[in-house]
């Protein structure tokens, strides 16, 4: 298993070692020791699974607030996305700035996104499936979002304004210089 790092500090793509013989492939997806090493200590609490039917589904970016902050640790089970985490520590060097991964089926690898950022992901593909495991449960109190098409943030998502399928919640979020509620 790889851990990769990028220009801003928290999210890693983990790349799990797949070994195949004709039967298929096996893989460990997660280990908590080499997790902790790399990621730092972590529990998961909650284990989530959605389904999206269209190409150009968008779901995020959200994010929950202290003391129910999430990180999440996503992978693609069936399809394809593009998995997006926009850094909203305000004291953050890369505050505003994002990193994102081409999360499939095919290739196996996963995302870690830390408390401290707005996640949110596109379908690339018809009827995807993504997994990811989360370190707080849900808490409608502590649940908000940042619009994921505001052009601050300079996110390409690969899918036009118009092509994508979003809830009523996600359509009416904030841009970030607009929201509140951040991380300090």
């Known amino acids: 298993m790889e851990f990769k790092t990028f220009d801003i500090s928290g999210p890693l793509l983990i790349v799990p070692k797949r070994i195949g013989d004709t039967r298929g492939w096996f893989a460990e997806t997660f280990r908590a020791d080499l997790f902790?090493?790399?990621?730092?200590?972590?529990?998961?609490?909650?284990?989530?699974?959605?389904?999206?039917?269209?190409?150009?589904?968008?779901?995020?970016?959200?994010?929950?607030?202290?003391?129910?902050?999430?990180?999440?640790?996503?992978?693609?089970?069936?399809?394809?996305?593009?998995?997006?985490?926009?850094?909203?520590?305000?004291?953050?060097?890369?505050?505003?700035?994002?990193?994102?991964?081409?999360?499939?089926a095919e290739n196996g690898h996963q995302l870690w996104v830390?408390?401290?950022?707005?996640?949110?992901?596109?379908?690339?593909?018809?009827?995807?499936?993504?997994?990811?495991l989360v370190t707080s449960r849900y808490s409608p109190a502590h649940d908000r979002g940042l619009l994921w098409s505001d052009p601050a943030l300079g996110i390409d998502w690969r899918i036009g304004e118009g092509e994508a399928q979003l809830s009523d919640k996600d359509r009416k979020l904030p841009v970030l210089r607009d929201l509140q509620d951040l991380f300090d």
Do not use: W
């Open 36 to 104: 902790t090493e790399n990621a730092g200590p972590v529990e998961f609490v909650q284990h989530n699974q959605s389904m999206s039917a269209a190409k150009g589904t968008v779901r995020g970016m959200h994010f929950q607030l202290e003391p129910m902050a999430q990180g999440k640790l996503v992978r693609c089970l069936k399809g394809a996305i593009l998995d997006v985490a926009v850094d909203i520590r305000r004291s953050s060097l890369t505050f505003g700035q994002h990193v994102s991964a081409e999360l499939t």
């Open 114 to 132: 830390p408390p401290g950022f707005a996640h949110g992901f596109v379908t690339l593909v018809e009827n995807t499936e993504v997994f990811y």
